[in-house]
Nanobody, 123 residues
Framework: QLQAFGGGSVQAGDSLRLSCGVSGRTESLYAMAWFRQAPGKEREFVASILWHPATTTYAPAVKGRFSIFRDFGPSILHLQMGSLKFEDSGIYYC??????????????????WGQGTQVTVSS
């Protein structure tokens, strides 16, 4: 089960950290990721991390500004967002899978999803 939190309303240029609590057995996790969805748009890939080893991938739009990382004990996935832009606004979802992925950016390959947390960036 995934529980996302940390969203909010910020100004352009600000930073924000999203977190996603992971409950249940985590030793079988293969990867986790953050996706986002703006009104009227498709849910899009933001960043992913393989659980072991911690290999990360970023969407070009956020590379260099966002950082995905995980903590253990308890297991929590984070997304540190910096230099936020208006176009970063949307509902952010965390996702996980126990299966090996063909593409970390393909949302259909993730098995479990959190409920989403809203990020609003004012320009």
């Amino acid at each position: 089960q995934l529980q996302a939190f940390g969203g909010g309303s910020v100004q352009a240029g600000d930073s924000l950290r999203l977190s996603c609590g992971v409950s249940g057995r985590t030793e079988s996790l293969y990867a986790m990721a953050w996706f986002r969805q703006a009104p009227g748009k498709e849910r899009e890939f933001v960043a992913s991390i393989l659980w072991h080893p911690a290999t990360t991938t970023y969407a070009p739009a956020v590379k260099g500004r966002f950082s995905i990382f995980r903590d253990f004990g308890p297991s929590i996935l984070h997304l540190q967002m910096g230099s936020l832009k208006f176009e970063d606004s949307g509902i952010y979802y965390c996702a996980s899978t126990t299966m090996r992925l063909r593409s970390v950016q393909d949302k259909t390959e993730y098995e479990f999803w959190g409920q989403g947390t809203q990020v609003t960036v004012s320009s």
